[in-house]
């Protein structure tokens, strides 16, 4: 056993397993605080490390032309845990990586059980951690209790930002109607684990469709306290009844798109369709994709069965909707994810303001190969901004504009910039020198075809630069 000081991480979400992995990884012991099951949280059902609550997929698995498939691949070099479970709790999905989540979290929290060099230690961290605890990372998610909050505030003298997410319904796969919905994955396209018809299509007609949102827009929904109501939902996590009151057309463009979709009874695309796909390894379980909500759940029943192919569904989970708690980050932590008003504290995952599973886990990764190297007396540079995972860095600690405490007077729209959730996507990565005009036969590019090749060049790009940031020490190739 190692006689070094141990790394703390609290919370064993997403982030924090991967922060505690990356560590012990590089030869220095970790202690990761878990409050579950001391303490549960509104939307955590089990006392699971990693455990999902959202949806079941990591999202895109393609890496050449997809930036989140791009950070999968960055993460499987770096050494990843919440990859390497994911790669080994995989689910048909057409070009997603979905897992089953209950043995995915069991892959994690297994891992990080045996290791030797990682102590768990169940129970709530209430205010600030002890001051002999000199490394601290802190990944208590969107979740983080009041008093670490309070604590937290009170230090860096920000006011508190916040935003809903929202949870989508999971439905059990015997109550759905399959003379209705049909096996098939958009325009046919095969994934990781799947075989090309991993998703069922619950198709609508234009009347179907209206009825529905008119029945979105009407239905009884959660209502907030006085001091939530002003809260900002993330765009990238909007609740179904949310996108109807933008525009009666908002679902048809968004989750409910029908393009590459053919209704097996009429040979088209049907009007609007609403999609669900496999959420456990027994294929029981589907959820409904990107119907986050914020229904109240006898309203949820009602409307969703009026959907096509559901019309008696059993739903294993409803949807629900929790609030979500994020740091000016630009504005309070430094380049290595560590706290400018107290240096001991470094901060990972969607608390810095980052939005999805896998880009919490990244900076989980980040965060604790930062500590690592710190704990071993290492100068670990931050990885090249070509890369997702250097995008993403900067995008939270300096990439992003800075809310000032009045508006600049010379900025072309008066207006002050804000801070807000980002998912990793090719808009964060620096652009090419020189952008590719010609495909390899020598055919000038057009359109979505050259946007599909400057992709690939980048990404290309970023796995080239990531190569020399890895094999830096103490997390040279091999150890």
């Not at 997603?96 to 979290?105: I, N």
């Not at 609740?239 to 979709?261: I, N, Y």
Request: hydrophobic share 40%; net charge neutral.
């Amino acid at each position: 056993m190692s006689t070094r000081e141990p790394i703390h991480v609290i919370g064993g979400g997403l982030a924090g397993s991967e922060a505690a992995w990356q560590i012990a990884r590089a030869g220095v012991p970790v202690v990761l605080h878990e409050m579950r099951p001391v303490r549960m949280t509104e939307a955590h059902k089990t006392e699971g490390l990693a455990e999902l609550v959202c949806s079941n997929s990591f999202r895109s698995d393609e890496w050449e032309t997809n930036a989140v498939g791009l950070l999968h691949e960055e993460m499987r070099r770096a050494g990843s845990l919440i990859l390497a479970s994911g790669d080994e709790t995989k689910l048909p999905a057409g070009g997603a990586l979905a897992v089953d989540r209950d043995a995915f979290s069991g892959k994690v929290t297994a891992a990080l059980s045996s290791h030797p060099l990682v102590t768990i230690a169940r129970g709530e961290i209430a205010g600030l951690p002890p001051e002999d605890w000199d490394s601290v990372i802190v990944a208590t998610g969107p979740l983080t209790s009041p008093a670490l909050s309070r604590a937290v505030a009170g230090l860096t003298g920000e006011a508190e930002l916040a935003f809903f997410d929202a949870i989508a319904p999971v439905i059990h796969r015997d109550s759905i109607d399959t003379s209705v919905a049909w096996f098939q994955s958009r325009y046919d396209k095969a994934g990781p684990a799947g075989t090309g018809a991993d998703y069922l299509n619950c198709p609508m007609t234009k009347d179907q469709y209206e009825a529905f949102v008119d029945a979105l827009l009407a239905g009884d929904k959660t209502s907030f306290k006085e001091w939530e109501a002003t809260t900002p939902y993330f765009d990238g996590c909007l609740p179904v009844e949310v996108m109807a009151e933008r525009g009666r057309e908002t679902l048809r463009f968004g989750p409910m798109k029908p393009v590459g979709l053919d209704d097996p009874r009429t040979g088209r695309w049907p009007y609007a369709v609403v999609q669900l796909r496999q959420d456990n390894a027994l294929a029981t379980l589907w959820n409904m994709v990107g119907f986050q909500t914020k229904l109240k759940h006898a309203e949820q029943v009602r409307i969703f069965r009026m959907i096509p192919g559901l019309g008696n569904a059993e739903f294993a989970r409803l949807g629900g909707l929790h609030r979500n708690t994020y740091l000016n980050s630009p504005r309070v932590l430094d380049r290595a994810l560590r706290l400018k008003a107290m240096p001991r504290l470094r901060f990972a995952g969607q608390i810095t303001g980052v939005e999805g599973y896998v880009e919490s886990a990244a900076i989980g990764l980040l965060a604790g190969r930062l500590a690592a190297a710190e704990r071993l007396g290492h100068t670990l540079a931050a990885p090249p901004p070509t890369t997702a995972l250097g995008a993403l860095l900067d995008h939270i600690t300096g990439g992003h504009v800075l809310v000032d405490e009045e508006p600049d007077p010379t900025a072309s729209s008066g207006r002050r910039g804000s801070f807000q959730p980002m998912n990793i996507n090719y808009g964060l990565l620096p652009p090419l020198d020189d952008a590719p005009t010609q495909g390899p036969d020598g055919r000038r590019l057009k359109g979505k075809e050259r946007g599909t090749a400057k992709k690939r060049v980048m990404s290309r790009r970023a796995l080239a630069d990531l190569a020399p940031w890895l094999a830096a020490a103490p997390f040279a190739a091999g150890t």
